[in-house]
């Protein structure tokens, strides 16, 4: 139950939570003509904001929110590093991960070397055949083909054996992180990782940067060793924000939080996205078909699945090889196939989604819902984590399992206030797994076969408390409410000046009505759509995705004859007519009578 005043009395919602303000009552008769700058001052002080500190958030820019890379540990001795690799025209290779956050800081770092007259190899593992991180196997071989500096980005912070083997083979490895990382720290010439845990108190506070975010930081430190070493003397510097299209996409890719640099990283490379600068991302940006400059929902729902569909389903290599050319024709076809791909992927994921929902029933009493099955393709079972997280509600880990191998590959997904990442760290600490890490709402894992019940109960006794206490404090925090005849185009504008959104930085939920539906049925993939009208005499269209079979859909589907509602949701454009009109995505509702 709420322990302060409810919105519009709602204490049990049809998905059963309770509604309150995220910031102060915000509910307004008719329409918000001239409310504009007052919603947008309400939505960022409800967001943490200070009021002193208004102006900074307005327009977030990299100049308010950018720190001193040299506040990390390991960043100069890393930059350094770097720089003499460059001056001495050594071979470089980096080494990525297979998912978006890897993909863009390879090219990122790429990018980087090129604009510095250098050139660079990359590596990206085969997500089947080589799985997460680097191996010593990998690292040994690209020492033999030449590099004498490798870097690896978005993954090597747990890689303790294979960086060892690396190290023993006099390879300088520079790891570039943002994953959990254990009290001793794997052997490598500099690790850069924001969440060491030995990091300093400055550094620390950007603990939820995305790789590409650190690799970022990473290109700032070089370019300043190099213009102090006068390598600049004849040669024109690098335009580092031109490469900030790619950490906007690997940072709302990787769910990282939208919150302070992050806002600015995201902010500022959603403009650059919009120059079609880079080739590879003006075709991949057509392949998705968008219509407009892409927006934050863009990158997370439309560019990086297609990123991710190459590590997957296809060829790891594909998305850095995208994101770093300069051949249309080249980003054209890698483009088009990483679309295809992607629809592999979305018929592969839907397999094994409906297989690992078969076993929930046995999964009624867990606290933790761990899944697994033989011959589900690994490439889905992050995506279908997450889809198990939001149907139960709970911390969810579906695992791959290779009868022949005799062990599973997991991914897990998690609530807000359950650090699932820790878990499994102490899960792999205390013998249950052979590997695994992560971070607080996702992690992965590598198991053996037997070991999975003894997974499934530890993990379920380690979590239980936690996951009872997110669970009784489930609210849905809203930020405005509305009549029907609120809800417009210039509403939705209104909101969006508080944006960028993210994890973190959540996107505005507003309720509408009350009203009585006029009409509800059933479109797509189990997708709901509610035509409402309310007492001003005005109708709005309501869309909840993948709601349909749900209490919530079936109660609006066949309970609401006779009965209003109140809607909540998010404000969106609906452009598909002849002018653009504002809907509302649903994600919850109240009976008002």
């Not at 040299?70 to 001795?77: A, E, K, T």
């Not at 699945?305 to 090889?321: D, K, M, Q, W």
């Not at 993990?459 to 404090?473: F, H, Y």
């Not at 004859?561 to 995505?585: C, Q, S």
């Amino acid at each position: 139950m709420a322990t302060r005043p409810t919105v519009l009395g709602v204490e049990r919602s049809l998905t059963g939570k309770a509604w309150l303000w995220r910031g102060g009552n915000m509910q307004i008769e008719g329409e918000a003509h001239g409310l504009g700058d007052d919603i947008t001052t309400q939505l960022l002080l409800s967001r943490g904001v200070e009021r002193d500190d208004l102006d900074r958030h307005r327009n977030p820019s990299l100049r308010e929110f950018l720190p001193d890379p040299s506040q990390f540990n390991d960043m100069d001795r890393a930059a350094e590093r770097l720089a003499e690799a460059v001056l001495a025209r050594e071979t470089i290779t980096i080494y990525g991960d297979y998912d978006v956050d890897g993909a863009t800081s390879s090219a990122l770092l790429i990018r980087l070397l090129r604009m510095l007259g250098h050139d660079a190899r990359h590596y990206i593992p085969d997500r089947l055949l080589e799985g997460y991180g680097p191996s010593g196997e990998a690292l040994l071989k690209i020492g033999e083909e030449g590099s004498s500096l490798i870097v690896t980005v978005d993954c090597g912070a747990m890689a303790h054996e294979a960086l060892g083997m690396a190290h023993d083979a006099g390879i300088d490895v520079i790891v570039v992180d943002h994953h959990k990382c254990a009290p001793d720290l794997p052997r490598s010439y500099a690790l850069v990782n924001p969440n060491r845990l030995d990091e300093n108190d400055l550094a620390a506070a950007h603990g939820h940067l995305a790789a590409v975010g650190v690799a970022f930081l990473l290109a700032i430190a070089v370019v300043r060793t190099l213009r102090e070493r006068g390598y600049f003397a004849e040669r024109a510097e690098p335009d580092l924000f031109s490469l900030l299209d790619l950490v906007a996409l690997g940072t709302v890719a990787d769910v990282a939080a939208i919150r302070g640099l992050n806002r600015a990283f995201v902010a500022q490379g959603l403009k650059v996205m919009g120059k079609r600068a880079n080739t590879g991302m003006a075709a991949l940006i057509d392949a998705s078909r968008l219509k407009a400059a892409p927006k934050c929902s863009d990158c997370g729902f439309a560019l990086g699945p297609r990123i991710n569909a190459g590590g997957r389903v296809g060829e790891a290599t594909l998305g850095v090889r995208l994101l770093t050319t300069e051949d249309p024709d080249e980003a054209r076809a890698i483009a088009e196939q990483l679309s295809t791909l992607n629809e592999e992927r979305r018929a592969i994921e839907a397999a094994v989604q409906e297989e690992a929902e078969a076993q929930l029933a046995a999964q009624h009493n867990r606290a933790v819902v761990c899944l697994a099955g033989s011959g589900w393709h690994p490439g889905v079972i992050g995506i279908v984590a997450g889809r198990i997280k939001e149907k139960t509600g709970k911390p969810s880990l579906v695992i791959a399992v290779d009868a022949e191998a005799g062990q599973g590959k997991g991914s897990g997904r998690s609530i807000a206030g359950v650090d699932l990442g820790a878990a499994i760290i102490g899960a792999r600490e205390a013998g249950l797994l052979v590997a695994g890490g992560g971070h607080a709402m996702a992690a992965g894992l590598t198991v053996e076969a037997d070991k999975l019940d003894a997974l499934s109960d530890w993990l379920d006794e380690r979590l239980a408390a936690a996951v009872a206490k997110a669970s009784a404090e489930q609210t849905m925090l809203l930020d405005l409410s509305v009549a029907p005849g609120g809800l417009t185009p210039d509403l939705v504008e209104t909101l969006e000046n508080a944006g960028p959104y993210g994890v973190g930085w959540p996107g505005p939920r507003i309720a509408v009505g009350p009203v009585h539906v006029i009409k509800a049925d059933i479109v797509g993939n189990d997708h709901l759509r509610v035509i409402a009208a309310g007492q001003d005499g005005r109708s709005l269209k309501a869309i909840a995705f993948r709601a349909a079979s749900s209490e919530m859909g079936q109660s609006i589907l066949h309970g609401s004859k006779g009965r209003r509602l109140w809607l909540a949701g998010r404000a969106k454009i609906d452009d598909w007519g002849a002018r653009p009109a504002a809907e509302l995505h649903l994600e919850d509702a109240a009976w008002a009578d």
